[in-house]
């Protein structure tokens, strides 16, 4: 099964994971944090900016999302259900 485009945007090389690992185990000033790794993707909504400022972690690789007709059905289908499942949310939040 193909990646959908939200899934190909999140993509982080092998390379960008381990530096993010190193990055992090090296961050000894920071006891905990929850935090966003991937590479640098176009069109992905989080970007790596907290978490360079947080633990230096920048990067190298990007994938671009490529989209195919069977990923454009997909995604359209899943936004169908979505919308189906907000509107019995709604009729359910009323009753």
């Not at 994971?17 to 069109?43: H, K, T, W, Y």
């Not at 633990?55 to 997909?74: F, K, L, N, Q, W």
Request: aromatic content about 6%.
């Amino acid at each position: 099964m193909q990646n959908g485009l939200w899934g190909q945007r999140m993509w982080v090389s092998d390379r960008d994971l381990c530096q993010a690992i190193e990055c992090a185990v090296r961050a000894r000033d920071v006891p905990f944090a929850v935090l966003n790794v991937m590479s640098a993707n176009p069109g992905m909504r989080w970007d790596s900016e907290h978490t360079g400022s947080v633990i230096g972690y920048a990067p190298e690789d990007r994938h671009v999302a490529v989209s195919t007709p069977e990923i454009a059905e997909g995604e359209r289908r899943a936004r169908l259900e979505q919308e189906i499942v907000d509107r019995l949310e709604q009729i359910s939040a009323k009753w």
